[in-house]
Protein backbone atom coordinates (compact mmCIF):
# COMPACT_ATOMS: atom_id res chain seq x y z
CA UNK A 1 0.00 0.00 0.00
CA UNK A 2 1.62 3.14 -0.91
CA UNK A 3 0.58 6.65 0.43
CA UNK A 4 1.47 10.35 -1.72
CA UNK A 5 0.71 13.50 -0.46
CA UNK A 6 2.40 15.79 -3.21
CA UNK A 7 3.14 15.13 -7.23
CA UNK A 8 6.65 13.63 -7.01
CA UNK A 9 8.33 12.58 -10.24
CA UNK A 10 12.19 11.61 -10.18
CA UNK A 11 14.29 10.87 -12.59
CA UNK A 12 14.87 7.48 -14.15
CA UNK A 13 17.45 6.68 -16.43
CA UNK A 14 15.84 5.77 -20.15
CA UNK A 15 17.06 3.86 -22.70
CA UNK A 16 17.76 5.24 -25.67
CA UNK A 17 20.40 6.84 -28.67
CA UNK A 18 23.92 5.86 -27.77
CA UNK A 19 26.82 5.48 -29.66
CA UNK A 20 27.63 2.19 -31.60
CA UNK A 21 30.62 -0.05 -29.97
CA UNK A 22 32.06 -2.84 -31.99
CA UNK A 23 32.71 -6.59 -30.23
CA UNK A 24 36.14 -7.59 -31.18
CA UNK A 25 35.81 -10.63 -29.08
CA UNK A 26 34.77 -14.08 -30.70
CA UNK A 27 32.23 -16.30 -29.91
CA UNK A 28 32.38 -19.84 -31.37
CA UNK A 29 29.81 -22.81 -30.66
CA UNK A 30 30.30 -26.24 -30.98
CA UNK A 31 27.65 -28.04 -33.25
CA UNK A 32 26.38 -31.09 -32.12
CA UNK A 33 28.23 -34.34 -32.64
CA UNK A 34 25.05 -36.56 -32.99
CA UNK A 35 22.04 -36.19 -34.82
CA UNK A 36 20.31 -37.62 -31.26
CA UNK A 37 21.70 -34.62 -29.72
CA UNK A 38 18.83 -31.71 -29.12
CA UNK A 39 20.46 -28.21 -29.63
CA UNK A 40 20.37 -25.79 -26.72
CA UNK A 41 21.41 -22.05 -27.09
CA UNK A 42 24.90 -21.72 -26.48
CA UNK A 43 25.39 -18.65 -23.96
CA UNK A 44 28.48 -16.56 -23.35
CA UNK A 45 29.30 -13.61 -21.45
CA UNK A 46 31.61 -11.15 -23.53
CA UNK A 47 33.11 -7.68 -23.04
CA UNK A 48 32.77 -5.14 -25.73
CA UNK A 49 36.14 -3.59 -24.48
CA UNK A 50 38.97 -4.23 -22.10
CA UNK A 51 38.41 -0.61 -20.98
CA UNK A 52 35.88 2.34 -20.75
CA UNK A 53 35.00 5.84 -19.43
CA UNK A 54 32.63 6.85 -17.02
CA UNK A 55 31.58 10.59 -16.48
CA UNK A 56 30.14 11.48 -13.37
CA UNK A 57 28.87 15.38 -12.71
CA UNK A 58 29.89 17.45 -9.63
CA UNK A 59 26.54 18.71 -8.88
CA UNK A 60 24.94 15.15 -8.94
CA UNK A 61 27.30 12.52 -8.72
CA UNK A 62 26.82 9.05 -9.58
CA UNK A 63 27.81 6.92 -12.87
CA UNK A 64 25.63 4.24 -14.19
CA UNK A 65 27.91 1.05 -14.82
CA UNK A 66 27.59 0.39 -18.54
CA UNK A 67 30.56 -1.58 -18.58
CA UNK A 68 30.15 -2.87 -22.20
CA UNK A 69 29.60 -6.74 -21.25
CA UNK A 70 27.09 -8.65 -23.18
CA UNK A 71 25.41 -12.11 -23.92
CA UNK A 72 25.76 -13.86 -26.65
CA UNK A 73 23.35 -16.68 -28.13
CA UNK A 74 24.79 -19.53 -30.35
CA UNK A 75 23.49 -22.71 -31.42
CA UNK A 76 19.96 -21.23 -31.65
CA UNK A 77 18.10 -17.86 -29.76
CA UNK A 78 17.36 -17.45 -25.92
CA UNK A 79 13.94 -17.01 -26.02
CA UNK A 80 11.62 -16.71 -23.08
CA UNK A 81 8.04 -16.35 -22.50
CA UNK A 82 7.03 -14.37 -19.54
CA UNK A 83 3.24 -14.13 -18.08
CA UNK A 84 0.51 -14.23 -16.04
CA UNK A 85 -2.84 -15.16 -15.60
CA UNK A 86 -4.28 -11.69 -13.91
CA UNK A 87 -3.29 -9.46 -11.39
CA UNK A 88 -3.93 -12.14 -8.67
CA UNK A 89 -1.56 -14.63 -9.49
CA UNK A 90 2.20 -14.33 -10.12
CA UNK A 91 4.72 -13.88 -12.87
CA UNK A 92 5.89 -17.09 -14.57
CA UNK A 93 8.74 -17.64 -17.05
CA UNK A 94 9.19 -20.46 -19.20
CA UNK A 95 11.96 -20.74 -22.31
CA UNK A 96 11.13 -21.85 -25.57
CA UNK A 97 13.75 -23.87 -27.31
CA UNK A 98 13.39 -23.81 -31.38
CA UNK A 99 15.31 -26.43 -33.37
CA UNK A 100 13.99 -26.10 -36.87
CA UNK A 101 10.15 -27.08 -36.67
CA UNK A 102 10.73 -28.63 -33.46
CA UNK A 103 10.20 -26.35 -30.31
CA UNK A 104 10.27 -27.79 -26.42
CA UNK A 105 10.03 -25.70 -23.30
CA UNK A 106 11.78 -25.39 -19.86
CA UNK A 107 10.07 -24.05 -17.15
CA UNK A 108 12.12 -21.81 -15.15
CA UNK A 109 11.92 -21.80 -11.47
CA UNK A 110 9.10 -20.76 -9.39
CA UNK A 111 9.61 -17.13 -7.83
CA UNK A 112 12.71 -16.52 -9.93
CA UNK A 113 11.20 -14.25 -12.47
CA UNK A 114 8.97 -11.69 -10.27
CA UNK A 115 8.38 -9.06 -12.48
CA UNK A 116 8.44 -8.11 -16.57
CA UNK A 117 11.96 -5.98 -16.29
CA UNK A 118 14.34 -9.08 -16.78
CA UNK A 119 16.05 -11.93 -15.31
CA UNK A 120 16.79 -10.51 -11.06
CA UNK A 121 20.36 -10.63 -10.36
CA UNK A 122 21.65 -11.65 -13.58
CA UNK A 123 25.32 -9.92 -13.23
CA UNK A 124 27.48 -10.01 -10.28
CA UNK A 125 29.96 -6.63 -10.39
CA UNK A 126 32.58 -6.11 -8.24
CA UNK A 127 34.86 -2.76 -8.20
CA UNK A 128 38.26 -2.27 -6.98
CA UNK A 129 40.17 0.52 -6.76
CA UNK A 130 43.74 1.02 -8.19
CA UNK A 131 45.21 -0.11 -5.08
CA UNK A 132 43.41 -3.66 -5.45
CA UNK A 133 40.67 -2.46 -2.43
CA UNK A 134 36.78 -3.65 -3.31
CA UNK A 135 35.07 -0.65 -2.86
CA UNK A 136 32.00 -1.82 -4.75
CA UNK A 137 29.73 -5.47 -5.12
CA UNK A 138 26.43 -5.34 -6.57
CA UNK A 139 24.12 -7.14 -8.74
CA UNK A 140 22.21 -6.40 -11.87
CA UNK A 141 18.79 -7.66 -13.86
CA UNK A 142 19.65 -8.68 -17.43
CA UNK A 143 16.95 -8.04 -20.15
CA UNK A 144 17.78 -10.21 -23.23
CA UNK A 145 16.02 -7.71 -25.05
CA UNK A 146 18.18 -4.48 -23.95
CA UNK A 147 20.30 -3.03 -26.25
CA UNK A 148 21.63 -5.95 -29.08
CA UNK A 149 23.05 -6.28 -32.31
CA UNK A 150 25.01 -8.87 -34.36
CA UNK A 151 28.11 -10.52 -33.45
CA UNK A 152 29.08 -12.12 -36.65
CA UNK A 153 27.66 -11.47 -40.66
CA UNK A 154 26.27 -14.45 -40.96
CA UNK A 155 23.76 -14.06 -38.13
CA UNK A 156 19.93 -13.04 -38.55
CA UNK A 157 19.81 -9.28 -40.55
CA UNK A 158 17.08 -8.26 -37.84
CA UNK A 159 16.30 -9.77 -34.18
CA UNK A 160 13.15 -11.24 -33.81
CA UNK A 161 12.33 -9.90 -30.36
CA UNK A 162 10.91 -6.87 -29.02
CA UNK A 163 13.59 -3.77 -28.06
CA UNK A 164 12.76 -3.41 -24.62
CA UNK A 165 11.36 -4.88 -21.27
CA UNK A 166 7.96 -3.69 -20.20
CA UNK A 167 7.77 -1.06 -17.18
CA UNK A 168 4.09 -0.80 -16.61
CA UNK A 169 3.38 -1.96 -13.71
CA UNK A 170 0.15 -4.18 -14.96
CA UNK A 171 1.79 -5.55 -17.80
CA UNK A 172 0.15 -9.07 -18.67
CA UNK A 173 3.16 -10.72 -20.70
CA UNK A 174 5.94 -10.66 -22.14
CA UNK A 175 8.66 -12.47 -24.38
CA UNK A 176 12.48 -11.94 -24.17
CA UNK A 177 15.07 -13.03 -26.67
CA UNK A 178 18.54 -12.78 -27.29
CA UNK A 179 18.97 -13.77 -31.54
CA UNK A 180 21.20 -16.39 -33.10
CA UNK A 181 24.18 -14.62 -33.74
CA UNK A 182 23.33 -12.11 -31.62
CA UNK A 183 24.08 -10.15 -28.15
CA UNK A 184 22.29 -8.10 -25.38
CA UNK A 185 23.87 -5.70 -23.10
CA UNK A 186 23.75 -6.74 -19.33
CA UNK A 187 23.73 -3.38 -18.26
CA UNK A 188 20.27 -2.97 -16.72
CA UNK A 189 19.34 0.64 -17.99
CA UNK A 190 16.52 1.89 -17.36
CA UNK A 191 15.82 0.09 -13.88
CA UNK A 192 19.76 0.72 -12.72
CA UNK A 193 20.50 3.65 -10.28
CA UNK A 194 23.55 5.33 -10.20
CA UNK A 195 26.59 4.82 -7.55
CA UNK A 196 28.95 6.93 -6.35
CA UNK A 197 32.62 6.14 -7.65
CA UNK A 198 35.21 9.15 -7.14
CA UNK A 199 37.42 10.42 -10.10
CA UNK A 200 39.76 7.76 -10.42
CA UNK A 201 41.16 4.43 -12.25
CA UNK A 202 38.81 1.01 -11.08
CA UNK A 203 38.96 -2.59 -12.19
CA UNK A 204 35.37 -4.30 -12.35
CA UNK A 205 34.71 -7.71 -13.06
CA UNK A 206 31.63 -9.21 -14.36
CA UNK A 207 29.95 -12.20 -14.16
CA UNK A 208 27.28 -14.32 -14.72
CA UNK A 209 25.55 -15.93 -11.17
CA UNK A 210 25.71 -19.09 -10.76
CA UNK A 211 22.45 -19.96 -10.67
CA UNK A 212 21.97 -18.84 -14.04
CA UNK A 213 25.04 -20.39 -15.35
CA UNK A 214 23.11 -23.78 -14.26
CA UNK A 215 19.91 -22.89 -15.52
CA UNK A 216 21.35 -21.89 -18.91
CA UNK A 217 25.12 -23.94 -18.82
CA UNK A 218 26.79 -21.00 -19.11
CA UNK A 219 30.60 -21.69 -18.43
CA UNK A 220 32.48 -19.59 -15.60
CA UNK A 221 34.31 -17.01 -17.36
CA UNK A 222 34.31 -13.85 -16.00
CA UNK A 223 34.90 -10.65 -17.42
CA UNK A 224 37.33 -7.93 -16.16
CA UNK A 225 36.78 -4.45 -17.98
CA UNK A 226 39.55 -0.94 -17.27
CA UNK A 227 36.97 1.85 -15.60
CA UNK A 228 38.56 5.37 -15.59
CA UNK A 229 35.88 7.55 -13.93
CA UNK A 230 36.13 11.61 -14.85
CA UNK A 231 34.13 14.01 -13.07
CA UNK A 232 32.73 16.80 -15.61
CA UNK A 233 31.05 20.21 -13.98
CA UNK A 234 28.24 22.37 -16.03
CA UNK A 235 24.88 21.48 -17.82
CA UNK A 236 26.33 18.27 -19.51
CA UNK A 237 28.83 16.71 -22.16
CA UNK A 238 28.81 19.96 -25.02
CA UNK A 239 26.64 19.60 -27.97
CA UNK A 240 23.54 18.18 -25.69
CA UNK A 241 20.45 19.71 -27.51
CA UNK A 242 18.17 21.68 -25.04
CA UNK A 243 15.26 18.71 -25.48
CA UNK A 244 18.67 16.76 -23.83
CA UNK A 245 18.67 18.86 -21.06
CA UNK A 246 14.59 18.79 -20.38
CA UNK A 247 13.75 15.65 -20.85
CA UNK A 248 15.38 12.46 -18.88
CA UNK A 249 12.34 10.22 -19.13
CA UNK A 250 8.73 10.18 -21.02
CA UNK A 251 6.34 12.66 -19.70
CA UNK A 252 8.67 14.81 -17.97
CA UNK A 253 7.57 17.99 -16.10
CA UNK A 254 4.12 19.48 -15.94
CA UNK A 255 1.46 20.03 -13.46
CA UNK A 256 2.84 23.83 -12.54
CA UNK A 257 5.69 21.94 -10.97
CA UNK A 258 9.02 22.96 -11.20
CA UNK A 259 11.49 20.70 -13.22
CA UNK A 260 13.01 17.89 -11.36
CA UNK A 261 16.68 18.29 -11.26
CA UNK A 262 18.60 17.06 -14.12
CA UNK A 263 20.40 13.27 -13.34
CA UNK A 264 24.10 12.92 -13.26
CA UNK A 265 23.94 12.34 -17.15
CA UNK A 266 25.56 8.41 -18.28
CA UNK A 267 28.43 8.46 -20.95
CA UNK A 268 27.54 8.14 -24.23
CA UNK A 269 27.54 4.53 -24.64
CA UNK A 270 25.29 3.79 -21.74
CA UNK A 271 21.63 4.64 -23.03
CA UNK A 272 20.65 6.78 -20.61
CA UNK A 273 19.21 9.76 -22.20
CA UNK A 274 16.30 11.62 -23.20
CA UNK A 275 13.20 10.01 -24.52
CA UNK A 276 10.66 11.20 -27.48
CA UNK A 277 7.67 9.96 -26.49
CA UNK A 278 7.35 13.26 -24.12
CA UNK A 279 4.00 12.83 -22.39
CA UNK A 280 3.22 9.11 -22.94
CA UNK A 281 5.31 6.19 -20.99
CA UNK A 282 6.50 4.88 -19.41
CA UNK A 283 8.02 2.62 -22.34
CA UNK A 284 11.77 3.54 -23.32
CA UNK A 285 12.35 3.73 -26.81
CA UNK A 286 14.11 1.12 -28.94
CA UNK A 287 17.55 0.78 -27.00
CA UNK A 288 20.91 0.89 -28.49
CA UNK A 289 22.31 -1.92 -30.89
CA UNK A 290 25.46 -3.46 -30.96
CA UNK A 291 26.71 -3.38 -34.40
CA UNK A 292 27.86 -7.07 -35.99
CA UNK A 293 32.00 -7.20 -35.72
CA UNK A 294 34.25 -9.61 -37.50
CA UNK A 295 37.37 -10.89 -35.84
CA UNK A 296 39.91 -9.96 -38.10
CA UNK A 297 43.19 -8.29 -37.60
CA UNK A 298 42.32 -4.12 -37.48
CA UNK A 299 39.02 -4.45 -37.18
CA UNK A 300 38.65 -1.64 -34.57
CA UNK A 301 35.17 0.28 -35.10
CA UNK A 302 31.55 -0.15 -36.54
CA UNK A 303 30.07 2.83 -38.38
CA UNK A 304 27.45 4.23 -36.52
CA UNK A 305 23.75 4.15 -38.10
CA UNK A 306 21.33 2.30 -39.96
CA UNK A 307 21.97 -0.13 -42.55
CA UNK A 308 22.10 -3.73 -43.52
CA UNK A 309 22.72 -5.44 -40.46
CA UNK A 310 23.48 -2.94 -38.74
CA UNK A 311 21.56 -0.36 -35.95
CA UNK A 312 22.72 1.80 -33.37
CA UNK A 313 19.03 3.13 -32.19
CA UNK A 314 19.06 6.10 -33.72
CA UNK A 315 16.15 6.23 -35.52
CA UNK A 316 12.68 7.39 -35.20
CA UNK A 317 9.93 4.93 -35.64
CA UNK A 318 8.14 6.48 -39.53
CA UNK A 319 5.02 8.04 -39.28
CA UNK A 320 2.38 5.19 -40.12
CA UNK A 321 1.05 6.75 -43.77
CA UNK A 322 -2.65 7.49 -44.33
CA UNK A 323 -4.59 6.31 -47.41
CA UNK A 324 -3.91 8.51 -50.15
CA UNK A 325 -8.10 9.62 -50.13
CA UNK A 326 -10.79 9.08 -48.06
CA UNK A 327 -12.72 5.96 -48.58
CA UNK A 328 -15.39 6.08 -50.57
CA UNK A 329 -18.26 3.91 -51.72
CA UNK A 330 -20.92 2.31 -49.56
CA UNK A 331 -19.15 1.53 -45.36
CA UNK A 332 -19.27 -1.80 -44.52
CA UNK A 333 -18.17 -3.94 -41.07
CA UNK A 334 -17.09 -7.14 -42.62
CA UNK A 335 -16.71 -10.29 -40.85
CA UNK A 336 -12.69 -10.27 -40.32
CA UNK A 337 -11.11 -10.02 -37.26
CA UNK A 338 -10.98 -6.99 -35.38
CA UNK A 339 -9.30 -5.46 -32.48
CA UNK A 340 -10.34 -5.68 -28.90
CA UNK A 341 -9.27 -2.43 -26.33
CA UNK A 342 -8.79 -3.29 -22.71
CA UNK A 343 -8.11 -0.95 -20.20
CA UNK A 344 -5.83 -1.43 -17.90
CA UNK A 345 -6.25 -0.38 -14.06
CA UNK A 346 -4.69 3.30 -13.46
CA UNK A 347 -1.78 3.73 -11.53
CA UNK A 348 1.08 6.76 -10.67
CA UNK A 349 -2.28 7.82 -8.45
CA UNK A 350 -1.16 11.18 -6.71
CA UNK A 351 -2.08 14.30 -5.41
CA UNK A 352 -1.39 17.51 -6.91
CA UNK A 353 -2.62 20.95 -6.80
CA UNK A 354 -3.69 23.52 -9.18
CA UNK A 355 -0.16 25.32 -8.77
CA UNK A 356 0.20 29.37 -9.70
CA UNK A 357 -2.07 28.50 -12.65
CA UNK A 358 -5.40 27.57 -10.94
CA UNK A 359 -4.63 27.97 -6.79
CA UNK A 360 -6.78 27.08 -4.13
CA UNK A 361 -7.25 23.56 -6.35
CA UNK A 362 -6.46 19.83 -5.63
CA UNK A 363 -6.30 17.08 -8.41
CA UNK A 364 -6.17 13.49 -8.16
CA UNK A 365 -3.51 13.02 -10.79
CA UNK A 366 -3.09 9.45 -12.31
CA UNK A 367 -1.77 7.41 -15.81
CA UNK A 368 -4.03 4.92 -18.04
CA UNK A 369 -3.54 2.75 -20.41
CA UNK A 370 -5.69 1.65 -23.46
CA UNK A 371 -4.17 -1.51 -24.83
CA UNK A 372 -5.29 -4.04 -28.13
CA UNK A 373 -5.30 -7.54 -27.40
CA UNK A 374 -5.98 -8.16 -30.97
CA UNK A 375 -6.44 -10.23 -32.88
CA UNK A 376 -6.43 -7.54 -35.64
CA UNK A 377 -4.84 -4.19 -35.14
CA UNK A 378 -6.99 -0.73 -34.85
CA UNK A 379 -6.15 1.32 -37.99
CA UNK A 380 -7.91 4.71 -38.02
CA UNK A 381 -7.56 7.44 -40.76
CA UNK A 382 -8.55 11.16 -40.35
CA UNK A 383 -9.17 13.19 -43.54
CA UNK A 384 -9.57 17.43 -43.43
CA UNK A 385 -11.55 19.27 -45.42
CA UNK A 386 -9.67 22.37 -46.55
CA UNK A 387 -10.53 25.16 -43.86
CA UNK A 388 -12.29 22.42 -41.44
CA UNK A 389 -10.66 21.93 -37.72
CA UNK A 390 -11.51 18.71 -37.45
CA UNK A 391 -10.73 15.35 -39.42
CA UNK A 392 -13.25 12.97 -40.09
CA UNK A 393 -12.35 9.68 -39.02
CA UNK A 394 -12.39 6.50 -40.38
CA UNK A 395 -11.83 3.03 -38.82
CA UNK A 396 -10.57 0.51 -41.54
CA UNK A 397 -10.97 -3.71 -41.96
CA UNK A 398 -8.53 -6.10 -43.36
CA UNK A 399 -8.48 -10.07 -44.08
CA UNK A 400 -5.99 -12.72 -43.25
CA UNK A 401 -3.89 -11.32 -46.63
CA UNK A 402 -3.76 -7.52 -45.21
CA UNK A 403 -6.22 -6.17 -48.04
CA UNK A 404 -8.16 -3.61 -47.25
CA UNK A 405 -11.85 -4.55 -47.06
CA UNK A 406 -14.16 -2.58 -45.43
CA UNK A 407 -14.50 0.95 -43.69
CA UNK A 408 -16.75 2.55 -41.31
CA UNK A 409 -17.21 6.29 -40.15
CA UNK A 410 -15.93 6.52 -36.45
CA UNK A 411 -16.50 10.12 -35.39
CA UNK A 412 -13.27 12.97 -35.27
CA UNK A 413 -9.69 13.93 -35.36
CA UNK A 414 -9.09 17.18 -33.58
CA UNK A 415 -6.13 19.42 -33.25
CA UNK A 416 -5.09 19.52 -29.14
CA UNK A 417 -2.80 22.52 -28.91
CA UNK A 418 -1.79 22.07 -25.89
CA UNK A 419 2.02 21.66 -24.48
CA UNK A 420 2.81 18.39 -23.73
CA UNK A 421 0.29 17.34 -26.64
CA UNK A 422 0.21 19.38 -30.05
CA UNK A 423 -0.63 16.52 -32.10
CA UNK A 424 -4.19 15.32 -33.39
CA UNK A 425 -6.27 13.35 -30.77
CA UNK A 426 -8.96 10.68 -32.44
CA UNK A 427 -12.12 11.67 -30.27
CA UNK A 428 -14.02 9.15 -27.89
CA UNK A 429 -11.08 6.75 -27.73
CA UNK A 430 -11.75 6.55 -23.74
CA UNK A 431 -12.97 8.13 -20.85
CA UNK A 432 -11.71 8.50 -17.38
CA UNK A 433 -14.34 8.77 -14.16
CA UNK A 434 -14.03 9.18 -10.36
CA UNK A 435 -16.84 6.84 -8.77
CA UNK A 436 -18.08 6.81 -5.53
CA UNK A 437 -18.18 4.02 -3.23
CA UNK A 438 -21.02 2.82 -4.38
CA UNK A 439 -19.47 3.14 -8.33
CA UNK A 440 -21.60 5.58 -9.09
CA UNK A 441 -19.55 8.42 -10.98
CA UNK A 442 -18.52 11.33 -8.82
CA UNK A 443 -16.11 13.48 -11.44
CA UNK A 444 -15.43 12.31 -15.36
CA UNK A 445 -12.42 14.10 -16.65
CA UNK A 446 -12.20 16.42 -19.58
CA UNK A 447 -9.85 14.63 -21.65
CA UNK A 448 -11.37 11.47 -24.17
CA UNK A 449 -9.76 12.79 -27.02
CA UNK A 450 -5.82 10.92 -27.44
CA UNK A 451 -3.28 10.53 -29.89
CA UNK A 452 -3.05 6.33 -30.48
CA UNK A 453 0.63 5.36 -30.23
CA UNK A 454 2.56 1.63 -29.02
CA UNK A 455 3.81 3.21 -25.91
CA UNK A 456 3.88 0.08 -23.69
CA UNK A 457 4.53 -3.61 -24.46
CA UNK A 458 1.27 -5.16 -22.64
CA UNK A 459 0.60 -8.30 -23.38
CA UNK A 460 3.41 -9.91 -26.53
CA UNK A 461 1.95 -13.46 -26.04
CA UNK A 462 -1.70 -12.83 -27.33
CA UNK A 463 -2.29 -14.13 -30.63
CA UNK A 464 -1.12 -11.90 -33.76
CA UNK A 465 0.94 -9.58 -31.39
CA UNK A 466 3.58 -7.41 -33.50
CA UNK A 467 7.00 -7.19 -31.07
CA UNK A 468 8.53 -4.76 -33.09
CA UNK A 469 5.19 -2.41 -33.86
CA UNK A 470 5.41 1.09 -35.66
CA UNK A 471 4.40 4.36 -35.14
CA UNK A 472 5.57 3.86 -31.22
CA UNK A 473 6.87 7.72 -31.71
CA UNK A 474 4.43 10.83 -30.98
CA UNK A 475 7.17 12.95 -33.00
CA UNK A 476 5.61 11.16 -35.83
CA UNK A 477 2.52 9.15 -34.69
CA UNK A 478 0.05 12.06 -34.45
CA UNK A 479 0.80 14.69 -37.66
CA UNK A 480 1.55 18.05 -37.29
CA UNK A 481 -1.16 21.11 -37.14
CA UNK A 482 -1.19 21.52 -40.78
CA UNK A 483 -1.34 17.60 -41.79
CA UNK A 484 -4.52 17.51 -44.27
CA UNK A 485 -4.58 13.38 -43.26
CA UNK A 486 -3.07 10.97 -40.47
CA UNK A 487 -3.28 7.50 -39.41
CA UNK A 488 -3.32 6.50 -36.00
CA UNK A 489 -2.56 2.35 -35.20
CA UNK A 490 -2.28 0.91 -32.10
CA UNK A 491 -1.14 -2.68 -32.40
CA UNK A 492 -1.48 -5.91 -30.86
CA UNK A 493 -0.40 -6.31 -27.48
CA UNK A 494 0.75 -2.59 -27.66
CA UNK A 495 -0.76 -0.06 -25.37
CA UNK A 496 -0.93 3.49 -25.48
CA UNK A 497 -0.34 5.49 -22.04
CA UNK A 498 -1.12 8.97 -20.74
CA UNK A 499 1.27 9.88 -18.16
CA UNK A 500 -0.28 12.05 -14.98
CA UNK A 501 1.56 15.29 -15.78
CA UNK A 502 -0.48 15.90 -18.78
CA UNK A 503 -3.38 18.67 -19.18
CA UNK A 504 -6.62 17.33 -18.18
CA UNK A 505 -5.11 14.04 -16.93
CA UNK A 506 -6.79 14.38 -13.17
CA UNK A 507 -9.80 15.00 -11.17
CA UNK A 508 -10.88 17.92 -9.40
CA UNK A 509 -11.42 16.97 -6.11
CA UNK A 510 -11.12 20.35 -4.50
CA UNK A 511 -14.58 20.03 -2.90
CA UNK A 512 -14.98 16.05 -2.61
CA UNK A 513 -15.48 14.44 0.67
CA UNK A 514 -12.51 12.22 2.01
CA UNK A 515 -13.35 8.15 1.58
CA UNK A 516 -13.25 5.32 -0.97
CA UNK A 517 -13.39 6.22 -4.64
CA UNK A 518 -12.81 4.03 -7.66
CA UNK A 519 -10.68 5.11 -10.77
CA UNK A 520 -12.21 4.12 -14.13
CA UNK A 521 -10.50 3.73 -16.81
CA UNK A 522 -13.43 2.96 -19.98
CA UNK A 523 -12.13 2.21 -23.71
CA UNK A 524 -14.32 3.16 -27.15
CA UNK A 525 -16.86 4.55 -24.23
CA UNK A 526 -19.41 5.60 -27.25
CA UNK A 527 -18.95 2.35 -29.09
CA UNK A 528 -17.77 3.95 -31.57
CA UNK A 529 -15.08 1.93 -32.81
CA UNK A 530 -15.66 -1.86 -34.24
CA UNK A 531 -14.77 -4.15 -31.49
CA UNK A 532 -14.52 -8.30 -31.37
CA UNK A 533 -15.67 -7.90 -27.44
CA UNK A 534 -17.17 -4.59 -25.77
CA UNK A 535 -17.80 -6.01 -22.48
CA UNK A 536 -14.34 -5.89 -21.02
CA UNK A 537 -13.47 -2.12 -21.67
CA UNK A 538 -13.36 -0.77 -18.44
CA UNK A 539 -11.00 -1.09 -15.62
CA UNK A 540 -11.26 -0.14 -12.05
CA UNK A 541 -8.75 1.04 -9.30
CA UNK A 542 -9.95 1.51 -5.71
CA UNK A 543 -8.09 4.95 -4.30
CA UNK A 544 -8.51 6.35 -0.41
CA UNK A 545 -9.25 10.42 -0.21
CA UNK A 546 -7.55 11.65 2.87
CA UNK A 547 -6.18 15.16 4.28
CA UNK A 548 -7.91 18.55 4.20
CA UNK A 549 -7.90 20.75 1.41
CA UNK A 550 -4.86 22.16 0.48
CA UNK A 551 -2.64 18.83 1.87
CA UNK A 552 -4.91 16.25 0.50
CA UNK A 553 -3.75 12.95 0.56
CA UNK A 554 -4.28 9.47 -1.16
CA UNK A 555 -3.29 6.07 -0.42
CA UNK A 556 -3.66 3.40 -3.06
CA UNK A 557 -4.22 -0.40 -2.15
CA UNK A 558 -2.81 -3.15 -4.15
CA UNK A 559 -4.70 -4.45 -6.75
CA UNK A 560 -3.93 -8.09 -6.32
CA UNK A 561 -0.36 -8.82 -6.46
CA UNK A 562 0.29 -5.32 -8.27
CA UNK A 563 1.23 -2.98 -5.44
CA UNK A 564 2.26 -0.20 -7.19
CA UNK A 565 0.76 3.47 -6.62
Known amino acids: MMTRSLLARPWRPAIAVAAAIAVTAGVVAAAPDTKKAQPTPKLSLIAASNSVTLDSWKESPGVYLDLGTYVTAENGPLELKVTRKSYKDPVVATQI??????????????????DFSGLPNFAEITITDAAGKKVLT??????PNNASGRVRPDAPAKSKYPESCPVNPFTLGSVWGVENGWASNTYSGHYSAPVVLPAGKYTAKVSVAKRYR??????????????????LSGEGPAGRSAADRSHGSHGAGHSGHAATPMPAPAPATSGAGPSYNVGHGPHTPAPPALPWALKKAGFRSAQVGDGSGQTDGSRKAPAAAPNAQRPTGRATVPDVPKPDLRSLPAYGIQISDGGADVPGKDYLAFSANVWNAGPAKLVVDGFRSPGKKLMDAYQYFYDADGKQVGYTPTGTMEWDPRPGHEHWHFTDFASYRLLKADQKEAVRSGKEAFCLANTDAVDYTVKNANWDPDNTDLSTACGQENSISVREVLDVGSGDTYTQDLP???????????????IQVLANPEKRLKETNLSNNSALRKVVLGGRPGARTVTVPAHGLVDAN
Open 214 to 231: DLFDIADKPQTVKVTVRE
Open 504 to 518: GQSFDITNLPNGTYY
Open 97 to 114: IRAGKDVRTKALPKGLVK
Open 138 to 143: KSEAFC
